[in-house]
């Protein structure tokens, strides 16, 4: 069973920086998409970044200018640095990979458990 395997959040100030983590628990066939979501506490996950393995990157607008996305394909890993971090960044976010664990296996979505993000003003 494939695992996603979050490591960064924290506790930071405003205006501070955090770097996520996130590795696939074992070797991989192929990944497609990855990326990153959050959820707030009371409201819908959403988007934050997006990643395809072409390295087509998608970000939310309350991001963009503020936070990057970026994989390693030899390690499985997407990374989101985020930099000018407000209040309002707080949430859990969550690592999402769309792949196919081994040869002959479909793709499909896998999750990470989350990690908490908290800015402090």
């Known amino acids: 069973q494939v695992q996603l395997v979050e490591s960064g959040g924290g506790l930071v100030q405003a205006g501070g920086s955090l770097r996520l983590s996130c590795a696939a628990s074992?070797?991989?066939?192929?990944?497609?998409?990855m990326g990153w979501y959050r959820q707030a506490l009371g409201k819908q996950r959403e988007l934050v970044a997006l990643?395809?393995?072409?390295?087509?990157?998608r970000y939310a607008d309350s991001v963009k200018g503020r936070f990057t996305i970026s994989r390693d394909n030899a390690k499985n890993t997407v990374y989101l640095e985020m930099n000018s971090l407000k209040p309002e960044d707080t949430a859990v976010y969550y690592c999402y990979a769309i792949l196919s664990a081994a040869m002959g296996e479909p793709y499909n979505a896998y999750w990470g458990r989350g990690t908490q993000v908290t800015v402090s003003s």
């Open positions: 990643i395809s393995s072409g390295d087509s990157t």
């Open positions: 074992r070797s991989i066939f192929s990944i497609n998409v």
